[in-house]
């Protein structure tokens, strides 16, 4: 993402995006595929996208790249990158990229997690902080702090703090949920995704729904004092970071597709 460092070598993190490369090496026979932020490919990261292409290229792999917005398949905009790097010695074409499906019905969050009580699952959310709270009571289903009346305190923060405002937004249950994030830490107001019709965060359970994660799959999570987080923090990130099954079994396809060609 956009948040901290970004050239190689400089974040243990990052490197790990490496451990497909050594992968690439280890199992000649096997296709490796790469899931990341979109930002992977733009100009602030650039410098890991291009090393593992390298990497890829240096033991004879072949490999594609492709630009996916999961909301063609589930009801929630997930912009991501998936690099498919072909079997060592590997003579056919390229694997397709995955056509979405019939968008019909709608993949709206109304037919979602709205019509279903929240707390079926998991319902734990994360609680809107007193100034969070004050800061989107006046903001509309699909609006933003622009939307408040005249003289509102989202308006005077917008003022005082342009860049953190432009996050102070509801989405609008009509429309695919937006990407989903949990307060990061020490972040400013309005880093949390706020429900469309509640003055709260989403539930662990209504993200599940949203990328389509099977009820019968656990998602765990505790208080964690090393990091600060909640117990539903955590659960909200590893939501929040999970690749949506449908998406995956979609690459997986175009790879047996290719295999079978």
């Known amino acids: 993402s956009q948040a901290g460092v970004k050239e190689p070598g400089d974040d243990g993190r990052a490197d790990l995006l490496?451990?497909?490369?050594d992968a690439a090496e280890l199992l000649p026979r096997a296709w490796i595929v790469v899931e990341?932020?979109?930002?992977?490919?733009?100009s602030y990261a650039q410098a890991y996208y291009k090393a593992l292409l390298a990497r890829f290229e240096s033991v004879?792999?072949?490999?594609?790249?492709?630009?996916?917005?999961?909301?063609?398949?589930?009801?929630?905009?997930?912009?991501?990158v998936f690099i498919v790097a072909a079997p060592k010695k590997w003579s056919g074409a390229l694997p397709r990229k995955p056509s979405p499906p019939d968008p019909s019905p709608p993949r709206t969050m109304s037919r979602t997690i709205l019509a279903r009580a929240y707390r079926e699952v998991d319902g734990e959310f994360q609680e809107l902080t007193g100034i969070e709270?004050?800061?989107?009571?006046?903001?509309?289903?699909?609006?933003t702090w622009e939307d408040t009346p005249a003289g509102s305190?989202?308006?005077k923060y917008a003022a005082m703090e342009p860049e953190s405002a432009r996050a102070l937004r509801r989405p609008s249950s009509l429309d695919p949920g937006p990407t989903m994030t949990a307060r990061p830490k020490g972040q400013k107001p309005g880093r949390i995704t706020i429900h469309p019709t509640e003055l709260r965060g989403f539930a662990v359970g209504e993200m599940r729904r949203l990328i389509d994660?099977?009820?019968?799959f656990c998602v765990f999570g505790a208080d964690d004092d090393r990091t600060d987080?909640?117990?539903v923090e955590l659960r909200i990130q590893q939501v929040g970071n999970?690749?949506?099954?449908?998406?995956?079994?979609a690459v997986a396809e175009a790879i047996l597709a290719a295999e079978r060609r």
């Open 18 to 21: 490496f451990k497909a490369a």
């Open 213 to 216: 994660l099977r009820e019968s």
């Open 153 to 155: 305190l989202a308006r």
């Open 133 to 143: 709270w004050l800061l989107s009571k006046d903001i509309p289903e699909g609006g």
């Open 36 to 42: 990341n932020v979109k930002g992977l490919t733009h």
């Open 229 to 231: 987080k909640t117990g």
């Open 60 to 80: 004879g792999r072949k490999h594609d790249t492709w630009p996916i917005d999961c909301a063609d398949w589930i009801p929630s905009h997930r912009d991501r």
């Open 242 to 249: 999970a690749v949506p099954p449908p998406v995956a079994q």
